[in-house]
């Protein structure tokens, strides 16, 4: 997984510049509800007191169900409006839908959404189709935020840390507490508890799969690895984008490439950040259960963990920032293998090209032939990076893919229409 060829790496380096051009200036009109994908993006980075993942899967089971009510092609998520649906505009619901329920949770942010919203209308024609779509998105806005008043994402969870090998430290160069240690009590959108598809565990400190772990990472993730290609340098610096940002951007890539209409792209985005946002939460469950040490703080005290196979390097430290929060399993690695099931799910194959883009400089855009190849390199660019373990890069997505896999089979599936 860690060692794929440098000249295929480069030649599809290449392809992938060529192909990122071509798509941009392709001018591909998006839908109202992508834009509404992009709208909430916006507004949840201005927030950083919202976790963003779990908001954005808010606003796409609402733009959902309020065009699948007038629709009527896929299961119902949670919400059956009572506002008259006949003859209304999908459109005018999920602009709608998406407006109300984020100016409720965000009315900092008015203004912005103010404007969104009056551009979406302008290009709806006015009357009653309009009208009605409004009165839909409105009340399955109005439910699901009730739906989820109480589903624990505003929870105050202290965090204590421990002590000894294999118990997670603080990491530089903050050396700050763990982020969202509340994730983990969050009440799930499709799953049936956060612990539901927990992960297996890190191998035992003494074990020859936790040396092998170290040792790998301990030389291709250093900071001054002469191990590391050029090549595999940058896909661990290309996959350090904050999360959100980079799902979220390309996400929307992928969707208007494909010119979805707007009951399908109602579909794609709430299957998409519904595993996405359960995938997170259960990896937190994990995470915390687990607690384990970070590569930064393992390596320097590699003399500690009773493994005869590993050594410490005091002056060890990783290509990138190491996340401030437990080590197993990788976080990157539970979102990217919702995100692959999700695919294969929405388009009935793993064989789905996509160009993928990171706003990290120096990077380029990577195009992938498949869904596996995506979650291959995901893998391979938290070890790179040295901030995960290879064992827990691939406990990760075998975590996001169980998620992602349960959310296809019972959610926002299609329905057979009566005659």
């Avoid at 064989?351 to 992938?368: C, D, E, L, N, Q």
């Amino acid at each position: 997984m860690l060692h794929r060829s440098s000249s295929h790496l480069c030649r599809r380096a290449r392809v992938a510049v060529l192909v990122g051009l071509a798509v941009t200036s392709a001018a591909i009109k998006a839908d109202v509800v992508t834009d509404w994908d992009r709208i909430a993006s916006d507004v949840l980075v201005a927030n950083p007191t919202a976790h963003p993942f779990i908001h954005l899967a808010m606003t796409h089971v609402a733009m959902f169900d309020a065009v699948n009510a007038i629709d009527r092609g896929y299961s119902v998520y949670a919400i059956r409006p009572q506002a008259d649906t006949a003859g209304a505009s999908a459109q005018a619901a999920a602009a709608a839908a998406g407006y109300f329920l984020l100016s409720s949770l965000f009315p900092n942010q008015q203004g912005v959404l103010d404007s969104a919203y009056t551009a979406s209308l302008a290009a709806i024609p006015d009357g009653a189709a309009e009208t009605k779509g409004i009165a839909v998105g409105q009340e399955v806005a109005a439910k699901i935020i009730a739906l989820r008043a109480n589903d624990g994402r505003n929870s105050v969870v202290p965090y204590i840390f421990g002590s000894g090998p294999g118990v997670y430290q603080a990491t530089p160069p903050a050396f700050g507490p763990p982020i969202t240690p509340y994730l983990r009590f969050v009440t799930p959108f499709g799953l049936q508890r956060a612990d539901q598809f927990r992960a297996y565990g890190p191998p035992d400190l003494t074990s020859a799969q936790y040396a092998a772990d170290l040792n790998t990472v301990r030389e291709l993730g250093a900071a001054n690895s002469q191990k590391r290609t050029a090549i595999q340098t940058e896909i661990g610096r290309f996959h350090t984008e904050p999360p959100f940002g980079f799902w979220s951007r390309n996400l929307r890539t992928i969707a208007v490439e494909r010119n979805l209409d707007t009951a399908q792209s109602a579909r794609f985005f709430a299957l998409v950040h519904v595993a996405l946002a359960d995938s997170l939460i259960g990896c937190w469950d994990s995470k915390y259960y687990y607690n384990f040490w970070r590569p930064v703080t393992a390596i320097p005290a590699a003399d500690t963990d009773g493994n005869s196979a590993t050594e410490a390097d005091a002056t060890w430290l990783p290509l990138a920032t190491t996340p401030p929060h437990p080590e197993y399993p990788a976080a990157h690695g539970c979102g990217a293998g919702a995100v692959v099931e999700a695919l294969n799910g929405f388009f009935g194959t793993n064989k789905v090209r996509m160009t993928f883009t990171s706003t990290v400089a120096g990077t380029v855009p990577h195009v992938f032939n498949s869904t596996k190849e995506l979650s291959d390199e995901i893998m391979a660019a938290r070890v790179y990076g040295g901030m995960h373990f290879p064992t827990s890069a691939r406990h990760g997505v075998e975590l996001g893919r169980k998620v992602g896999k349960w959310t296809v089979k019972h959610y926002f599936q299609p329905v057979r229409r009566k005659n």
